[in-house]
């Protein structure tokens, strides 16, 4: 007996569904119009629905660009502690304009900024109690930094008051 299998038909919907999706889709947490873009393309609308209905988003709101950078910005700072090198990777992996960018960093603060840097680096220090080997536990430190996005900057001058 020979089985045949069947092939599901992607659901595609009307342009008028996906408007209402996407606004609780972009009502429920900030997007970016790379994601809101992708998200219509996997509900099957053509390329004209797609320009037409992330218009419409912009005009009403749902979908803010600008919004978006400073809350994500702002968000992984304070959650993740990341940096802003890491913070701007990410922007620009979701291909957010370098306006946004430049104002999102501008919206977190340089002191609360220099406080979470020096409160990281004395956390990893005391993790490395054990390292006897003063270069070795410097190199943990400046990779860890590095890895939650600091600037190599801001990790030298860490380094250089020490070595004083």
Not at 19 to 27: A, D, V
Not at 57 to 66: A, G, M
Not at 122 to 146: G, M, V
Request: aromatic share 10%; proline share 1%; charged share 40%.
């Amino acid at each position: 007996m020979k089985t045949t299998i069947k092939m599901i038909p992607k659901k595609y919907n009307t342009k008028e569904q996906a408007l209402q999706k996407l606004k609780h889709y972009c009502g429920y947490q900030e997007r970016c119009h790379k994601d809101v873009k992708e998200k219509l393309y996997s509900l099957g609308l053509w390329k004209k629905d797609v320009e037409e209905i992330i218009s419409q988003l912009i005009e009403e709101n749902y979908l803010n660009e600008e919004r978006f950078a400073i809350l994500f910005a702002g968000g992984h700072f304070r959650q993740k502690k990341w940096g802003r090198v890491k913070i701007k990777y990410e922007l620009k992996q979701k291909q957010v304009s370098d306006y946004c960018i430049k104002k999102a960093m501008k919206d977190i603060d340089e002191e609360d900024y220099q406080k979470t840097f020096n409160k990281l680096a004395a956390e990893k220090l005391k993790t490395l109690k054990s390292e006897k080997n003063i270069f070795i536990r410097k190199k943990k430190i400046q990779d860890f930094l590095l890895q939650k996005g600091y600037e190599h900057e801001m990790i030298k001058s860490l380094f250089a008051t020490d070595d004083k």
